[in-house]
């Protein structure tokens, strides 16, 4: 259809994306005052087959019914000559654009992760598996704070399931082969715990900036049934390796049992490798000089006056009339003057330090430097 054309009561206003699931669109809704929304129109010939027709309308009527924060809400969908679902409108950009720029930083992987986790166990408590976890049915809106992330998760496997074509020859899988769980390739039969699976990949796509099995379309479904899980890069925590091991377990029964568990696993796993930063060394007291022994006021007076009377005793042989500074009373005056004018006086105070120490009480400074696009289908 093409922009402008009312589609029922909405009428299209610009295409968003374009895949091999169809068409996404902005559109009005005519009915509700000309609210904006985003329908996803399917390809005219995916419910031919009475049996698809029916799954369609119940897996439609079970999205609709998911009330969660985390899942894109379903407003309507048709079964007409041109099927097509409403789903709310939001601006932003899909996790995969997002990841092809580069690896997410660990935290704002877990982040991402937990709120998808959040929404696939909301859908599984009401008993419907997505089926299509993948980065491009992940939206972001930036959230109220600055380089905070809100995520979206739609795109529930509704038309996926009904136009991809077979990938094995034991009967038809859908999905995508890059994120679909190892039981769905081997059996007719899976539980929400190859969303689990799907997820898991996702979280490593997320924390690498690339898939876990890559290659052709063989290579990767041989990486799901027996292939070792790569190492995760340096930059990423140690542990969040083991935890994306257990997400990505061959065996349903060894895999975290259901979303919430994966990703509090690895929150857990950022928390380990992210230890608060430990207190600086408390600087080394400087080493307290051993204090002078100070001078007994005694000192100078006796040692002049014993070397005066010393002089004077030396001296009085070799004079009749010894002068008078040879005089042995005179050494002993002189000695009591001399305690008087400086043997009583206190010693001199040291001078202020003109080096002021930190204070307790002063405040620390640290003194820094200087100072979406739309979903795709």
């Not at 048709?78 to 789903?87: D, F, K, L, Q, T």
């Not at 292939?227 to 890069?233: A, H, N």
């Not at 014993?306 to 005179?330: C, K, N, R």
Request: with cysteine; charged share 25%; aromatic share 6%.
């Amino acid at each position: 259809m093409a922009v402008g054309d009312d589609l029922d009561r909405y009428r299209l206003i610009r295409l968003l994306g374009r895949g091999g699931m169809g068409e996404v669109h902005i559109a009005e809704d005519t009915s509700r005052d000309d609210r904006k929304v985003a329908i996803k129109l399917l390809p005219t010939d995916v419910l031919r087959d009475p049996d698809l027709e029916e799954r369609f309308r119940r897996e439609c009527a079970l999205a609709a019914r998911i009330d969660h924060p985390n899942v894109l809400p379903v407003y309507d969908y048709s079964v007409g000559a041109r099927p097509y679902i409403v789903m709310r409108y939001v601006e932003g950009t899909d996790l995969a654009t997002e990841v092809a720029h580069g690896p997410l930083s660990p935290q704002r992987a877990v982040s991402v992760v937990e709120q998808v986790a959040a929404a696939l166990d909301a859908a599984h408590r009401k008993a419907l598996r997505h089926r299509d976890v993948k980065p491009s049915n992940v939206l972001l809106e930036q959230g109220a704070r600055r380089g905070t992330d809100h995520a979206w998760l739609f795109d529930w496997g509704i038309a996926q399931p009904i136009t991809a074509p077979p990938i094995t020859r034991l009967g038809q899988v859908v999905g995508t082969p890059h994120y679909i769980a190892p039981e769905r390739l081997e059996t007719s039969g899976s539980d929400h715990r190859a969303d689990v699976y799907s997820l898991a990949v996702v979280l490593y796509e997320c924390l690498a900036g690339r898939r876990p099995f890559d290659g052709d379309e063989v290579q990767v479904l041989m990486g799901h049934l027996k292939g070792e899980v790569p190492q995760l890069p340096p930059h990423v925590p140690p542990a969040m390796q083991k935890v994306v091991e257990r997400g990505l377990a061959k065996h349903p029964a060894d895999r975290y049992q259901s979303a919430g568990e994966l990703a509090a696993a690895a929150h857990e796993a950022l928390d380990e490798e992210l230890p608060a930063p430990a207190p600086a060394p408390a600087p080394e007291p400087a080493p307290t000089p051993e204090p002078s022994r100070p001078r007994s006021p005694w000192t100078t007076p006796v040692v002049t006056g014993v070397l005066a009377g010393g002089v004077s005793l030396v001296a009085t042989p070799f004079f009749l009339d010894p002068p008078l500074w040879s005089h042995p009373a005179l050494a002993i005056a002189v000695a009591l003057l001399t305690y008087a004018v400086t043997g009583n006086s206190p010693p001199p105070t040291p001078p202020e330090p003109t080096t002021k120490g930190p204070n307790p009480g002063d405040e620390t400074r640290d003194v820094g430097s200087g100072g979406f696009p739309s979903p795709r289908p």
